[in-house]
């Protein structure tokens, strides 16, 4: 396992829609443990696709922080190929991004999303969710089709600058 560095805007990767996994060999099961690494050396941290660490590829981790853990969400979400199925309702969030540091900005995100996609022994998983986990999966999704929660973002005034050691998405 290796922590990687993470690309950044306006790295030309992350706007780029990124390839579906179509089997799970070792390349694939390598790039998970250099997430999973990268992720959890950055502080407060929550979630990270593939793309963010240069590897075009459908595959996203969530690791929400333990006040958030419970039985179901506990530990690390690994998605290969996930795919938002049902969006309900919307809500305003602060959101927060690795690949766009110093800024935080509030945009609307769905209150509950049910997600599919498969975990990396090739079972499918299905997360019928809301509150922070449903917000990181809209979050990775989106970075794994070229979007940034910039895009996102209903006016410059909704965006504001940060301190580099608050908690990013
Ligand atoms: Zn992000």
Do not use: W
Not at 4 to 28: E, F, H, N
Request: aromatic share 2%; net charge neutral; proline share 6%.
């Amino acid at each position: 396992m290796t922590v990687l560095p993470i690309r950044t805007i306006p790295d030309p990767i992350l706007m780029r829609k990124a390839k579906r996994v179509r089997i799970v060999d070792d390349s694939i099961k390598k790039l998970i443990s250099d997430m999973l690494e990268t992720l959890h050396a950055v502080p407060g941290r929550v979630g990270l696709a593939a793309p963010q660490i240069g590897i075009s590829q459908r595959v996203i981790i969530i690791s929400l922080p333990s006040e958030e853990n419970d039985e179901e969400k506990g530990g690390d979400i690994v998605i290969i190929n996930p795919e938002i199925v049902k969006r309900f309702g919307k809500r305003p969030v602060d959101e927060g991004c690795l690949s766009v540091p110093g800024y935080r900005g509030e945009i609307k995100r769905a209150e509950s999303v049910t997600a599919k996609g498969r975990d990396q022994n090739g079972k499918e998983i299905r997360i019928k969710t809301g509150g922070l986990l449903a917000q990181a999966l809209e979050h990775e999704i989106d970075h794994l089709n070229g979007t940034l929660y910039l895009d996102h973002l209903e006016g410059t005034n909704n965006l504001r600058r940060i301190e580099l050691e608050e908690a990013p998405l």
